[in-house]
């Protein structure tokens, strides 16, 4: 049925809200008087799938690959102050007493989702470190979900839990979170793009979502917050980036993050910054670093989880407070 749209039609619906289309009815009546309402609602379905994208009323676009996987633009273009703040989107969340399941390898869990967002959503699941709970790595969760991206946050079953163990509950987690997709009732039923998944980790869990990464090659991307892991490594292509302190006496980068970025191989995309003064919970929060942790943290996902290249300027940009800086991305 693509083959029968008109090319102008295309050309003034493409890129259109609801509002738009309707009015682009109801004024170019010399293409549209022969279509009927219908035929109208029947060619805005098949603009999204056969030419480009569509917006919806929020100003979302999601586009279509030819036979190809789908990768995800919304909004307007970005800017540096909107990929410092929160996103468009209001924010709910689900809990395990709401329905979400309650995996053996992980203790509490949280569920933030973009509520009015266009799925598919792409997705990440994050884990805290050393004898630290869920809620150290809370502020993470509406922010990214604020932006379009699905985000569960996670405890462990113990504090004490090393590495090894917290790559073991982000994987459990993933299982959880997919499995919403399939949920009856559950707001993300049929919604997530189950090919567009990242781990991610503060500390000890910065290290587990390296190792993660190790075992599951398919995933889209790994964001290592002040990761340990000492005198590792880490061959695996999923794309990197590390957030790190100058001053973090409990993972030095010099033997933890730098470590983890050289011992990563040069062909995966990875990026180390490096907050000048910054300590070990510098990375915490997306408004460490004076919104530089969350700028880079949500444009790395923009550009390899969901595949929205208009943000990878923001990664080729040295922030001002950076101690260290550096990428293999172009």
């Given at each position: ?72 633009i ?6 540096l102050?909107s ?25 509490s ?38 932006h ?45 793009a ?108 923009k ?28």
């Open positions: 049925m693509c083959k029968l749209v008109d090319a102008r039609e295309v050309h003034l619906i493409k890129g259109g809200s609801l509002k738009r289309v309707f009015s682009i009815f109801f004024s170019e009546q010399s293409i549209f008087n022969s279509l009927g309402l219908y035929r109208l609602v029947i060619l805005m379905l098949f603009v999204n799938g056969c030419e480009s994208p569509l917006a919806d009323s929020e100003g979302i676009l999601t586009s279509t690959l030819r036979g190809e996987q789908q990768n995800i919304r909004g307007s273009e970005p800017t102050e990929t410092s703040q929160a996103g468009p989107f209001v924010v709910k969340v689900i809990s395990q007493e709401g329905g979400l399941r309650n995996g053996p390898e992980y203790g869990a949280s569920l933030y989702y973009p509520a009015g967002a266009m799925p598919p959503w792409a997705s990440i699941v994050i884990v805290p470190g050393f004898i630290s709970s869920e809620s150290s790595i809370q502020d993470w969760g509406p922010f990214y979900a604020s379009g991206i699905v985000t569960m946050t996670i405890g462990t079953n113990h504090p004490l839990e090393q590495p090894a163990n917290r790559a073991t509950a982000l994987l459990d987690a993933l299982v959880s979170l997919r499995a919403e997709h399939t949920r009856s009732g559950s707001p993300l039923e049929g919604r997530l189950l090919d567009r998944v990242g781990v991610s980790g503060w500390s000890m869990g910065g290290g587990g979502a390296q190792l993660a990464a190790v075992e599951d090659p398919t995933l889209r991307a790994v964001i290592a917050l002040c990761p340990w892991k000492p005198n590792a490594q880490f061959n695996h292509p999923v794309p990197l980036l590390i957030l790190c302190g100058q001053n973090d006496w409990l993972a030095p980068s010099s033997y933890h993050g730098v470590i983890h970025y050289q011992n990563t191989p040069a062909s995966t995309p990875k990026l180390i910054f490096e907050v000048a003064k910054g300590r070990h919970r510098v990375a915490n929060s997306p408004l460490g670093g004076n919104g530089e942790v969350g700028r880079l943290a949500i444009s790395w996902l550009v390899f989880l969901e595949g929205d290249d208009r943000y990878r300027r923001f990664l080729l940009q040295k922030p001002k407070n950076a101690s260290l800086f550096q990428s293999n991305l172009e």
